[in-house]
């Protein structure tokens, strides 16, 4: 039964562990928790620069349905190590601290953030799906084809993303792979992060098991700020980042079916709800995204 005092007059009724559940995503994204000593305010915060600032806006949005809000700030200003920095932030309650500090569910004995089972076993789609927009990635690119003698306008796609998980210790990893496998059927990599002075490792999914991620949170993707859809469109875009070219999202915005032409020429099976269209005319096989 819903608490009283989170979400009686949200529109998204939900319990506290429910809430609790969406909210593992953030935390193990870049939420921290203010646990201060001798004051019983537990409370979740989460900054981004003002560039997400669409995206801050929908975790107060979330945050204000489920009756947990604190409080937003924007257009605040500080100097970090790379110079001067404009960021917003949001604050929520916690429902129930015990779903986040107790038998290291978040943090070790030293104060490190960590991924557990006990998080990994609850952890809700949407709250997969706030992790993701926190610390995800997904590359698009378009390739030349392999094939020995391509017609022309013939090429081919590839497709992964990633998981910026740097600061967890192999172990974690483990265990989010472990159970990325087991409760979700997702086979995840953990890459090294490579390149001069990185260090640690990251979740890497290929196009097959990030279209199964896409398929768990979809319902939930409307909730998506315009100027974030890129993290979930598989769909090839010409300066994908830029904001005029937000454009033709394979997104689920209606009921009818929608047909990528970028995706024609893919080399990797998408999922397994994709169905395969043959053209009478050209033989070409066609791959249709069913939604």
Known sequence: MLNKKYGEN????LSDKEINYNLFGLLLGDGWINNRKGKCNKQLTIQHSMKQESYVKLLEKLFKEWGIFRYSRYNQHKIATWG???YCTVCSDIPDIRHFLKFNRFYSDD???LISKYVMQRITPLGLML????DG???VRKRKSLAKNPKPGIYRMTRWAEIATYSFSMQDHLIAQEWFNKRFGINV???RNCGKNKKGWKLYFSATEFRKLHDIVKPYLHLVPEDMRYKFHMGYIPDRNKENEFLN?????STTSHVDDDIV???ENISKETVVKVNDNSHRTERVWKY
């Open 189 to 191: 990599k953990i890459n």
């Open 265 to 267: 020429h893919s080399v």
């Open 249 to 253: 999202y394979n997104m689920p915005q």
């Open 137 to 139: 990635c997904l590359t």
């Open 10 to 13: 949200s529109s998204m009724k």
């Open 84 to 86: 001067p920095f404009d």
């Open 131 to 134: 992790w993701f927009m926190d």
């Open 111 to 113: 104060g490190k953030k």
